[in-house]
């Protein structure tokens, strides 16, 4: 984006009173992914879009690595028993769509013209994990010295969901691909946005114990707090932000975050659509306030009331009152 742009940007966001210190997503072109021979490019544009949102005060920029799709789901409003819209991902729809026939997805389908997205399923049959491992190498590798420079931090949002679709390969689904992905170039401006919706839609991932790893060693620049309710089949939905609503410990992750004393930033994701509002979906504005109010709740609570944290609190009480 052009730095006039994000000036006014900047303008905006501060005239209500806000601070401009995250930015999400700064979109990687495709031919990035695919590894063709315009990517170096492309790569230069990215990497002055970095050095751009550095000038206006940036420190975090979110993106992600998903070939083609940068999240998938079937259904945008699907009604929950509490009268809630909701985005939905079923698993037996998408097994019934052959990518031969054209896929049509909610959400998507006026991003690609139906013969484009055709020759970039072609395109992508050439690039299996491992190309798209070497890929990803390639780009971290020319970009991050250039968030290092800039005092910004990258922060890479994992797959959603975190599976391979339509033959189409994903590398940032589990704990192993979060660790390879920070090992590549292996410095704190190479981090990751943790996503507790997008990676708890595989029940296999513990969203608690990603925080204690990558978050002990400061590696977690921002934090995705959202529930989802998965079903044993695969599919699921995305729920309100309580540990009742969906089928994550919510209060354990942010006690987790709690623990290792993460200090970055935190947003309450997506919301439901409530109350009668309509919008963009995954974005109600209601229930992200509700999310948001929920997750200061949880993390009052660790801080008033959690272990290390109080102990902490008590020791420096005592430094004070013994202090001069
Ligand atoms: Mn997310």
């Not at 420079?149 to 691909?177: C, T």
Request: proline share 6%; net charge neutral.
């Amino acid at each position: 984006m052009p730095l006039e742009k994000l000036q006014a940007l900047r303008a905006r966001i501060e005239g209500a009173g806000l601070k401009f210190e995250v930015v999400e997503s700064v979109p990687v072109h495709e031919d990035i992914k695919l590894g063709k021979p315009a990517r170096d490019r492309l790569i230069a544009n990215f990497q002055q879009n970095i050095r751009n949102c550095a000038a206006v005060g940036v420190k975090v920029i979110c993106y992600n690595f998903m070939p083609v799709f940068d999240w998938t789901r079937t259904e945008m409003a699907k009604t929950l028993p509490d009268g809630s819209h909701t985005l939905a991902f079923d698993a037996k729809a998408v097994a019934r769509i052959d990518p031969e026939q054209g896929i049509s997805l909610p959400g998507w389908d006026a991003s690609y013209r139906p013969g484009e997205l055709r020759s970039l399923l072609e395109e992508y049959r050439a690039v299996d994990e491992a190309a798209l491992w070497r890929n990803l190498e390639y780009f971290l590798r020319a970009i991050v010295p250039v968030a290092e420079n800039s005092g910004i931090r990258m922060a890479m949002h994992p797959d959603d969901p975190p599976r391979p679709i339509f033959g189409l390969p994903r590398i940032v689904k589990n704990r192993d691909d979060l660790a390879r992905l920070l090992k590549l170039v292996d410095t704190p401006a190479n981090g990751l946005t943790l996503c507790s919706g997008s990676l708890g839609a595989d029940p296999r991932n513990s969203i608690e114990a990603l925080v204690r790893e990558f978050g002990a060693i400061g590696r977690i620049h921002f934090a995705h707090l959202r529930n989802v309710k998965v079903e044993p089949d695969g599919s699921f939905h995305e729920s309100g932000h309580r540990s009742a609503d969906g089928s994550l410990d919510m209060a354990a992750i942010v006690k987790a975050y709690h623990d290792v004393g993460f200090d970055g930033y935190v947003r309450p994701d997506h919301g439901r659509m409530i109350w009668g509002e309509t919008g963009k979906p995954g974005y109600g504005l209601y229930d992200r306030a509700l999310g948001a109010v929920y997750l200061n709740g949880l993390w009052e609570a660790c801080s008033r009331f959690g272990g290390q944290d109080a102990a902490r609190g008590a020791a420096h009480a005592e430094s004070r009152i013994s202090g001069p």
